[in-house]
């Protein structure tokens, strides 16, 4: 079967060999990958056998691979296979970041992808289940008496990931190259600048740029361990690991601390924005409106924001629903402990109804007035028990899958009910 190999790195995947050629981790760990989200960029497609019986790769200008093949593909940082089904790349990047980029796979000179051996720093950040992973390496010169005054001469970087990726880790050492920063000044270049250097990159790829930020943040950190550095006696705080605290994304294990660390220094506003800089949500959802978890930590932070709660449309109380004059009041409901079982507790007249009409007000209101309403989104809602005044439901269609199952429960359904049926009624998702 045809395909394209892609860029990552060689995060300790022994190559395999095939008739004695080293072809890498071909197979399932470029599938595994991409199903926890890696994006695949097409660098060359197989060319198919030639003359002789070999076979061959070329890059998609049609070059082939360097004479010394996979194993020299492999030093540089690059592995592997993508799916055939996706071969192109799918974001538009500015002409600065694809040429880092292709410059980078080449190996040009003055390109930064590999590692340093015994390196003075040494970080890592992200992971291969979020599909993005950076290893950070650099050199110093050290200074004889004083180490808060070394200066980086050197940086290289390994990463599994995409154009981005690659581009932004490249922009990471350029600029510590450049402006030849002790290691503390380089904690000062954060995403920003690096995205400023590439001239912008698409908002579901800013988590690049976040990466190699933490990635030197951590090489930092060890830097300073092996120098007997104090940072916190010169007021620099290196933040814990995303993976320390409550798991919040238990997709791409980002904890409660890491994101509201980034919530704040990036300024992120909506799930969107944390999804797209740091990836948590990115997934299964599941995380978005769960208690404790994304939109919960930009209420705390930001406060709430009304604008993201749905509005429920205001409706008339229907003529249907008025009390049948031949209906012989009985008991009314009996109120929970606590409440006031008076008739100025309820809505209207439903203090003289029995728990049998009670009970058919309520499917009257969800048939006539509920149900039409999800039945816009593709959904519905089941009655599965009432008790009291309590109501037992359970949405269907495309609401039963829906993230905000329980705000739909709450500021439509019960809202609804309240309003037109008893205030005292409660909605229970089961």
């Known amino acids: 079967m045809k395909s394209t190999f892609a860029t990552s790195s060689s995060h300790r995947w022994s190559p395999r060999k095939n008739n004695g050629r080293h072809l890498g981790a071909l197979g399932d760990v470029p599938r595994r990958a991409q199903m926890a989200g890696a994006r695949w960029v097409l660098l060359g497609r197989w060319s198919g056998p ?25 030093k540089r940082g690059l592995l592997l296979t993508g799916p055939r089904e996706n071969p192109i790349m799918v974001w538009e990047y500015t002409e600065k970041t694809k040429q880092l980029f292709m410059d980078a796979v080449h190996g040009k000179p003055g390109t930064h992808l590999g590692e340093i051996e015994n390196p003075d720093g040494f970080g890592e950040h992200g992971s291969i289940a979020c599909g993005d992973s950076m290893r950070f390496t650099f050199r110093v010169r050290k200074h004889p008496t004083d180490p808060t005054k070394d200066v980086i001469t050197e940086a290289r970087y390994l990463t599994f990931g995409c154009t981005s990726a690659i581009a932004s880790s490249e922009a990471l050492c350029t600029l510590i190259e450049q402006g030849q920063y002790t290691p503390i000044e380089a904690l000062k270049i954060t995403n920003e600048d690096i995205i400023r250097f590439l001239g912008g990159l698409p908002q579901q790829k800013i988590h690049c740029s976040v990466m190699g930020a933490e990635a030197l943040e951590s090489a930092v950190y060890n ?25 919040v994304c238990k997709c791409f294990g980002l904890s409660e601390p890491y994101l509201r660390r980034k919530i704040e220094e990036l300024n992120l506003r909506t799930i969107e924005e944390i999804t797209a800089a740091t990836k948590a949500g990115g997934a299964c959802t599941s995380c978005h409106h769960a208690p404790g978890g994304l939109q919960d930590l930009l209420d705390e932070i930001w406060g709430p924001d009304r604008s993201t709660l749905r509005v429920v449309p205001k409706v008339e109380r229907p003529a249907s629903l008025a009390p049948d004059p031949g209906a012989v009041p009985l008991q009314a409901p009996a109120a929970p402990a606590g409440r006031s079982g008076s008739p100025s507790a309820a809505k209207g007249d439903v203090s003289e109804l029995s728990p049998y009409q009670y009970a058919k007000r309520i499917e009257k209101t969800i048939e006539e007035v509920v149900k039409p309403m999800l039945a816009h989104d593709g959904g519905s809602v089941e009655i599965i028990d009432i008790k009291d005044h309590l109501v037992f439901c359970r949405l269907e269609g ?18 609804t009910l309240k309003d037109l049926v008893d205030e005292r009624i409660r909605v229970i998702q089961v």
């Open 398 to 415: 495309a609401c039963a899958g829906c993230a905000a199952a329980g705000h739909t429960l709450k500021l439509m359904v019960e809202k």
């Open 50 to 74: 030639r003359p002789g019986g070999a076979r061959r790769w070329r890059f998609a200008s049609g070059r082939p691979l360097p004479s010394d093949g996979w194993s020299a593909m492999l």
């Open 223 to 247: 830097w300073a361990q092996k120098r007997g550095v104090d940072l916190e006696k010169l007021g620099i705080r290196i933040h814990a690991d995303p993976k320390e605290g409550r798991i």
